[in-house]
């Protein structure tokens, strides 16, 4: 058996490991990293439980082998919350019923952070088509809908709130990000 | 599922890949995206002795407008495609077939030279490169393949690098079949610059979103200034061993004036030269009537977009 070695930040974490070739990158945040967030559902790519961002960008897990994530930096659903702070994405699913069984959910949540990075205010549509690759069993999707919709807003919202704050007192303005915004 | 177990190998150049080709001749698969790939190997459809990584070969993914032809670097990928300003404002049949393959996640990763070789019988590209008349441009090393025993440095012994540009037609040979050779890369598409008149047309049916063509027409045509269409492309995937161009679809149109009749009759052409299979996707009947459908609505397409154009 060869293995390779090979360097991957991980939710801003350097870590390196000697891997076989053939692992694949969620069984590498899974069970060499402990980091089991991230789901295995269907294992053929159609589902996208196993979605992560590889250089910012979204991936199937289960469709990447780890040594393609040499040299590269991942997150994974554990890296969204602050502290003990959801992300405004986790809180939406949360708020709007995102979710009954929870399977999906890490997936979803990284696609759609991927989607709302690319696309900070998209339609119902654009939202639709951005999360296409992901598969809901429980929820019929609208309430995913709505979450998705309600963090797009409480993003944007966000992000223009500290320019407002600056004109007033700069503390407030890094204290007033994503749990303020409602 | 756990894969079997193969060698992963990361080139910087490509040289470097032609040489790992030639010193594990008939185990080496290249990797470009792995959407395809990867999915095969877990499956154990597919059992590469080494897997030759394309990521770190530098200007493969380069899109370029040129005075004869559109190229796309084989490591484009289809996102990249699909948002590349000219490709978005000129070549709407690209535009649109990159919005469709696979779901976002194989958009953002899955690359045109790795899906063109491939070469599923239900993939999307072909039938576009088909219709669109374009050629792939491959790298290979000349020289007696076989002469190399595994482990010599075959840019020692003296092979010289050699390019060949093959029409899309001929290229697609059966099921996961190209006419690339074993000791061969795939480095670029290229399309012929769209000339004015000219439009394209793309029609995808499939059971759910993300899911494999039952059927998927492209359709080129251009327009002679007197209306008439003087030239005609039509791809078809989904219902063959291999993507083919609907030749007979093309022989009605060519000479013609646009109609909702010759339309018809050009469906029904390829729907009578396809040749599905019956399978969860439906019946062989249903299918050739698909093709024909599919067909008139890519060329409606087709047509709008090249009187847009004229």
Known sequence: MTTQHITVDVNGTSQEADVEPRLLLVHFLRDTLGLTGTHVGCDTSNCGACTVHVDGVSAKSCTMLAVQADGRS????EAMADGANLHPLQQAFWDQHGLQCGFCTPGMIMQAAWLLEENPDPSEEEIRWGISGNLCRCTGYVNIVKAIQQAAGELNAADSAPVVAAETTEGQAVTAEPAAAG | MIPGQFDYVRPGDLDQVLAILKAREGEAKILSGGYSLIPLIKLRLAQPGVLVDLRDVTGLDRIVETDDHLSIGAKATHRQIHET??????????????????????????????????????????????????????????????????????????????????????????????????????????FPRRPRGQGGGWQKLERKVGDFATVGVAAVIRLA???????????????????????????????????????????????????????????????????????????????????ANA
């Open chain 1, 74 to 77: 991942v997150k994974t659903i």
């Open chain 2, 85 to 190: 300003p000219v490709i978005r404002d000129t070549y709407l049949l690209l535009h649109d077939v990159t919005g469709t393959i696979g779901d976002p996640q194989v958009r953002n990763w899955g690359t045109i030279g790795g899906s063109v070789a491939h070469a599923d019988p239900a993939s999307d590209w072909p039938a576009v490169l088909l219709a669109g008349n374009a050629s792939i441009v491959l790298r290979g090393l000349s020289g007696d393949p076989h002469r190399l025993r595994v482990g010599d440095n075959p840019a020692a012994a003296g092979d010289a690098v050699r390019e060949r540009v093959l029409p899309a037609r001929g290229f697609f040979l059966d099921a996961f079949t190209t006419a690339i050779e074993p000791l061969e890369v795939l480095t670029e598409i290229r």
């Open chain 2, 225 to 307: 200034p007197d209306g008439r269409i003087e030239g005609s492309g039509i791809g078809v995937t989904g219902v063959a061993d291999a993507p083919f161009a609907a030749t007979d679809a093309e022989a009605v149109l060519n000479g013609n004036t646009p109609s909702d009749d010759l339309f018809r009759q050009a469906g029904v052409a390829a729907g009578a030269q396809s040749r599905p299979a019956a399978d969860v996707r439906g019946p062989i009947d249903y299918k050739r009537a698909m093709v024909a459908e599919m067909t008139v609505r890519a060329l409606d397409t087709a047509l709008e977009r090249a009187r």
